[in-house]
């Protein structure tokens, strides 16, 4: 079966400790997105990647890190610069980079908690 | 950049009624509607998109949302509702100049009454 998987499901993160979240498509899409969920504000984007090896800040990159060293894999990292992560991330892939019309496929997300 | 307004955060309904529940973007610019259903702790899925041609689109489990460019709205309706349609639904939208990025609304939780 072709979709995005993301693990871990559920993750905690200690004060100060760098957590990595992963994303994986079986699509052979060239785009791939993380975005940040929290109740009452919609999604918003974290960072993008059109191809392997370039990504781009999304709307609120700050205490976050990402690379595409393949392109089925787009892995985000939460860093201790990251005050207030708790959160549901959710993943996402499109077809063709730089086209405004291809649907974003979505993961399952990982909640993200602060112990 | 794109605004999206989801006016209610959330809409109760009763089983086998009908519902709208409403988007409105901010820019007149050639636009792409979309609609998300997202159930408790999962993922987004697609429930219908708009590119072009007629204004009214059909998409999965019984949903429709029509396209009004003068109102810059993009509203989606299901003329009688199953328990099972008890979600948060998304609207975005994404533009010519903005490639690949998705504005999303903040969602509307439905919640469907026996």
């Known amino acids: 079966d072709g979709g995005i998987t993301q693990s871990p499901k559920y993750l905690f993160r200690k004060e100060g400790q760098n957590v990595t979240l992963s994303c994986e498509q079986n699509?052979?899409?060239?785009?791939m997105y993380w975005y940040r969920q929290d109740p009452g504000q919609g999604l918003r984007l974290i960072y993008y990647?059109?191809?392997?090896?370039?990504?781009q800040k999304g709307d609120i990159a700050e205490g976050y890190s990402v690379s595409r060293e393949k392109k089925e894999s787009f892995p985000l990292t939460v860093t201790s610069a990251q005050k207030n992560p708790t959160a549901f991330y959710l993943c996402?892939?499109?077809?063709?980079?730089?086209?405004?019309?291809?649907?974003?496929?979505f993961g399952p997300g990982t909640r993200l908690l602060v112990l | 950049a794109q605004s999206v307004t989801q006016l209610d955060s959330q809409v109760p309904v009763f089983e086998e009624a009908p519902v709208e529940l409403r988007c409105n973007y901010s820019?007149?610019?050639?636009?792409?509607l979309f609609w998300y259903v997202q159930y408790p702790n999962q993922g987004l899925q697609l429930l219908l998109k708009?590119?072009?041609?007629?204004?009214l689109v059909k998409g999965i489990n019984g949903f429709e949302a029509e396209f009004n460019k003068s109102q810059t709205s993009f509203h989606l309706r299901k003329p009688s509702v199953h328990i099972s349609d008890t979600a948060e639904y998304f609207c975005?939208?994404?533009?010519?100049?903005?490639?690949?990025?998705?504005?999303f609304g903040s969602g509307t939780k439905l919640n469907v009454k026996p």
């Open positions: 996402a892939s499109s077809k063709r980079r730089g086209s405004t019309q291809e649907t974003q496929y």
């Open positions: 699509l052979n899409h060239d785009a």
């Open positions: 990647s059109q191809i392997v090896n370039d990504f």
């Open positions: 820019s007149s610019v050639s636009v792409y």
């Open positions: 708009y590119l072009s041609g007629s204004t």
């Open positions: 975005a939208v994404s533009d010519l100049y903005n490639f690949n990025k998705f504005y």
